[in-house]
């Protein structure tokens, strides 16, 4: 049968909503006849599903597109594709610098993924669109899901918000939100497959607006059968109303964890950073989380080195951490990003400065996600199996509700299980115990 036996090999670099459109687009191509392979050698096609939100990111891309020039040239038939966020922002110029890339798919086009694979199959041509940045999201979906306990379900596409540091606004394109009749149905296809976890997924998850608040599609969501655990991200600060910390904590399968990135723990650093929120309203924010969900585990990103920070933005910064006390922070160093308003700002950061930061950051924030780790030791835990750990199939790995990875010895537990632990072990980023029948 014509299209039969055809395999892709997808590389996926960067977020969740890259892995999420990875699925979608290995759907859509499965419906062409193409089977996914891990062989890069046996691969008819090959997608690369970028990322460019840090220069090291666009980097390693552009090291793997060089690598597939040889296995072309051994595969003449080989079809090579570019989508994703770098695949928006370079356009044809990737191809002007890798011709034997076949075709460039931008962020907003990556449903059209089986139609322009065809096409290159005919005609042989170059194709390049990234021209609806913005562009409509596919009314039905039919991903092919990665995993088998937890999966991802975009709500909303794009970010209205500019923060001055991020790419994200103009290779996302603006915040285009999915109607609720179709995230439940996708929900509902999910969980038929047998996924027990859901994440609601979204540059800015809860600004929401496909005709409901995000609280009522999270309370909605909720309710399904089959949904054992709901999580959501990535919020905004500014976004977090009352009414979904309320929606969280009545919640009966809503984890009770907040990713809440923050960025910076100085005001004058927030301004510039375009966050419109300061350290002041984020506290307060935290307080009221923190006393209406009492167990619940906060997470954020925080980026040292931004253009303008003085040893004064920095340490209100570890004041502001030792404040909190995240459960977990992931760090970054600012990455200059062309097209971006803080490219052009002024004071940038040289990179041993950034380093030492970044050192000394991460140095305080382990000792509080230790500290916050070890005040579980001896409690039991609720723990959804994953499956066996990657170094040893005797130890297997979960995730409390809180999002804190557990490991524990295996006895006949099966991933997708609702398990209890007791924790006898923390350290910085997991937490080890046995489990309790
Ligand atoms: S909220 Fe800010 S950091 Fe997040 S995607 Fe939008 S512009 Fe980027």
New binding site residues.
């Given amino acids: 049968m014509h299209g039969m036996d055809k395999k892709l090999k997808l590389l996926t670099y960067g977020c969740q909503m890259n892995v999420a459109d990875s699925e979608r687009m290995a759907g859509l191509l499965k419906q062409i006849g193409y089977s996914l392979t891990d062989d890069f050698d046996e691969a008819d096609l090959i997608i690369i599903n970028t990322c460019c939100v840090r220069a090291t990111a666009e980097d390693k891309v552009f090291g793997q597109i060089g690598r597939f020039k040889t296995l072309k040239r051994q595969k003449p038939s080989l079809i090579l594709g570019v989508a994703g966020c770098m695949a928006q922002k370079e356009g044809a110029n990737l191809i002007k610098r890798a011709p034997h890339v076949d075709f460039v798919l931008g962020t907003g086009q990556s449903s059209e993924v089986a139609r322009v694979v065809q096409s290159v199959e005919r005609e042989r041509k170059h194709f390049v669109d990234i021209s609806n940045v913005s562009g409509d999201i596919p009314t039905e979906v039919f991903p092919l899901r990665g995993g088998q306990v937890s999966t991802f379900v975009p709500i909303m596409y794009g ?1 209205n ?3 001055t540091y ?1 790419i ?2 103009y290779v996302r394109g603006r915040e285009r939100s999915r109607k609720p009749e179709e995230i439940f149905s996708e929900v509902k296809q999910a969980i038929a497959e047998g996924f027990k976890e859901i994440t609601l997924l979204g ?2 998850v809860n600004s929401y607006a496909g005709g409901m608040t995000f609280a009522e599609l999270l309370s909605y969501v909720d309710k399904i059968a089959g949904v054992e655990r709901l999580r959501f991200m ?1 919020s ?1 600060p500014k976004d977090l109303s009352d009414e979904l910390i309320a929606a969280i904590a009545n919640g009966k399968n809503t984890c009770e964890h907040i990713h809440l ?1 923050v960025q910076y723990g100085s005001d004058k650093i927030l301004q510039r950073m375009n966050r419109v929120y300061t350290v002041e309203k984020y506290l307060e924010l935290v307080k009221k989380i923190r006393a209406a969900i009492p167990n619940v585990s906060l997470t954020t990103d925080l980026i040292v080195g931004f253009p303008g920070e003085t040893d004064k933005d920095f340490a209100e910064t570890l004041d502001f951490l030792k404040a909190v006390k995240f459960d977990a922070a992931f760090t970054f160093i600012y990455s200059k990003r062309s097209g971006t308003p803080a490219a052009t700002f002024e004071n940038q950061i040289d990179d041993e400065t950034k380093h030492r930061r970044l050192n000394e950051l991460m140095q305080v924030q382990n000792e509080i996600s230790l500290e916050k780790n070890r005040a579980l030791i001896d409690s039991v835990v609720e723990v959804l199996v994953e499956g066996a750990s990657k170094t040893d199939d005797k130890i297997f790995t979960g995730r409390t509700r809180q999002n804190k990875l557990v490991l524990f010895e295996h006895g006949n537990e099966h991933a997708g299980d609702l398990i209890n632990v007791k924790i006898s072990q923390a350290q910085t980023w997991l937490l080890k115990g046995t489990t309790q029948k």
């Fill in positions: 970010c918000n500019f923060c991020c994200v606004p540059q800015n990535t905004h990135p």
